[in-house]
Structures are given as structure tokens and as C-alpha cells.
């Protein structure tokens, strides 16, 4: 048996989940609610504030089935009802970044600012000039939107001039050294 899928998902108070028509499983709580389409081989058990699911047969994709609709109810369990949050760093001479309204400007060392639109289900804040947290329910919107912020000036090697993840290790490469071998 799966490993992850047999493990049992404990709900906090406050959260509920349902399973609809077309096994579709819906997870409501103080934050809001997600949906999930499952597939016919994994059954969710609803016992009181615990869910448990089971798989029909032992297929190799099955099992994997097994597993990931386990972990994809589990992060829905955990948007619903603390949210998830990625937060970034932006480091370089000039570079900073500022909300107006529901846009992030960010200015990156490029001849004109970029403006990154705030989406459905996302949150921006800027608690100061080089960092950025971005925030949801879903934790799958939540880090595609917060890579697609990253993706705009990525860490370079030789400075760690860019925007990356809090807690994130740059490779540093060595610079040029001029003058050493000539006599």
C-alpha cells in the first residue's frame, strides 16, 4: 500500500470536505474553498473530522493515483484553513519592488518598470523595498505565480543580482582575475 496515500488527513475545526457527483471532492473552511476532480479508482472515506482514502485495485498507476490525490487533499486541507505563502528576495543596485493598488511594480535594472498584475486567488505584499510574499489558498497557484515573478530577472551567478527564493542558496561562480599567470 502507498505510504502516503494510506495516511489518515486530520481536519481542523472549522473545515469540512464533501464528495460530489463525478467523485469531485469539495474542501471548505475559514479561508475558502478548493475543489478536486479524483479519479473513479480512489474512494474518499469521510469519518467525522478524519478522511481516509482507498484505491480499487493494486495497478501500477493506481497506486500512484493512490498517493497524490492523498497529498492534493492534504494541501487543500491546509489552504483552506492556514493558506500558503512563498516569499521572495530581490538583491542589486537599484532593484526594489512596490504595490500600487492591485499591481507589483518592480524595478529591476531594466529601462522601464514591470508591472505584474495581481490574479484570482493570490495575494501580494511588499513589507519592504526587497521582498515580496505572496499568498493563497491554493498552493499550487500560489507557487507558479510566485516563479513566474522569479522568472523575471533570475539570480546571475557572479553578483547574486536578482530575485530568488527566501532561504534560497546561490551557487556563486568566481569573477575574472586579471593579471595572474604573466610575468
Known amino acids: 500500500m502507498s505510504r502516503i496515500g494510506k495516511k489518515e488527513i486530520v481536519m481542523p475545526a472549522g473545515v469540512s470536505a464533501s464528495v460530489g457527483e463525478g467523485n469531485v471532492v469539495t474542501v471548505s473552511g475559514p479561508k475558502g474553498s478548493l475543489?478536486?476532480?479524483?479519479?473513479?479508482?480512489?474512494?474518499?472515506?469521510?469519518?467525522?473530522?478524519?478522511?481516509?482514502?482507498?484505491?480499487?485495485?493494486?495497478?501500477?498507476?493506481?497506486?500512484?493515483?493512490?498517493?497524490l490525490y492523498r497529498a492534493l487533499i492534504a494541501n487543500m486541507v491546509k489552504g483552506v484553513s492556514e493558506g500558503f505563502s512563498r516569499t521572495l528576495e530581490i538583491n542589486g543596485v537599484g532593484y526594489k519592488a512596490n504595490k500600487q493598488g492591485s499591481k507589483l511594480v518592480l524595478n529591476l535594472g531594466l529601462s522601464h518598470p514591470i508591472e505584474v498584475e495581481e490574479i484570482e486567488g493570490v495575494k501580494i505584499e511588499c513589507p519592504s523595498a526587497t521582498e515580496i510574499k505572496v499568498s493563497g489558498i491554493d498552493k499550487q497557484v500560489v507557487g507558479e505565480f510566485a516563479a513566474k515573478i522569479r522568472s523575471l530577472r533570475p539570480v546571475e551567478p557572479y553578483h547574486a543580482y536578482g530575485i530568488k527564493y527566501a532561504g534560497e542558496r546561490v551557487i556563486r561562480k568566481v569573477g575574472k582575475t586579471a593579471g595572474k599567470g604573466k610575468k
Open 35 to 67: 475543489s478536486q476532480k479524483m479519479d473513479r479508482t480512489i474512494k474518499l472515506n469521510i469519518d467525522g473530522q478524519t478522511l481516509h482514502l482507498t484505491r480499487q485495485n493494486d495497478e501500477s498507476q493506481t497506486k500512484a493515483y493512490h498517493g
